[in-house]
């Protein structure tokens, strides 16, 4: 069972389009986390909740929005696909100030 | 906002040879982890250090924490194949948010 899954691994899309990721954890760890990782391999914090509830924005343009349906999901989704936009995105889950578990990236290439 | 920054940004080394990483934080952290990615993986949790200091080793891996608590290093000794991959350091300026460094990128050369 893994622990924290992410789908899909690859996602190609032309631009102007909207497409959705979804994250699905089963520790029971409060927070989850959003990263986008660029081609120079930064890693990026760009959305943090906790217990559903957003707790950090960090400056991600309003067309990429989270959702947490409950504590076991957290769904991106972007809406207007731009070239600039494709990366590897990784969810991450966390309980506080433990190690974070990731999943395995969904590599978003927006044509 | 927070800085955490990593040199070098690169690294070959011939295997067997030594390699450090060095993180630096522009704030105090509270505690400060450190991660590998593999070639096309995931971010994998390595370690957790805690206190002012603080010195942990995990076979040829040696982690250590400044006293101010803001930089961090890893040193590898005697490096192997199997240790390609960018290597992280993160920390929490805040509750809820670890800042990731921004990552050195070990080439092993058989």
């Known amino acids: 069972d893994t622990a924290v899954s992410q789908t899909p691994k690859y996602l190609v899309t032309q631009m102007g389009n909207d497409k959705s990721i979804k994250c699905e954890q089963n520790l029971g760890h409060d927070t989850m986390y959003w990263y986008k990782q660029d081609s120079k391999k930064f890693l990026k914090i760009m959305f943090s909740y906790n217990n559903k509830e957003l707790i950090i924005n960090e400056t991600v343009p309003n067309r990429f929005s989270p959702k947490s349906p409950d504590k076991a999901h957290l769904n991106l989704h972007i809406n207007s696909l731009e070239l600039g936009d494709s990366a590897v995105y990784f969810c991450?889950?966390?309980?506080?100030?433990?190690?974070?578990?990731f999943g395995q990236g969904t590599r978003l290439t927006v044509v | 906002g927070q800085q955490v920054m990593q040199i070098p940004q690169y690294q070959h080394v011939q295997e067997g040879e030594d390699f450090t990483t060095y993180c630096n934080s522009s704030?105090?952290?509270?505690?400060i982890q450190w991660y590998k990615q593999r070639p096309g993986g995931h971010p994998v949790f390595l370690i957790q250090l805690v206190k002012s200091g603080e010195v942990k080793k995990q076979k040829r891996l040696t982690f250590q924490f400044g006293e101010a608590k803001k930089n961090s290093s890893l040193h590898i000794t005697a490096t192997q194949t199997t240790d390609v991959g960018t290597y992280f350091c993160?920390?929490?300026?805040?509750?809820?948010?670890?800042?990731f460094g921004t990552g050195t990128r070990l080439k092993v050369l058989a």
């Open positions: 991450a889950v966390q309980a506080l100030n433990t190690e974070a578990f």
């Open positions: 993160a920390g929490p300026p805040g509750t809820y948010k670890y800042i």
């Open positions: 704030t105090t952290l509270s505690n």
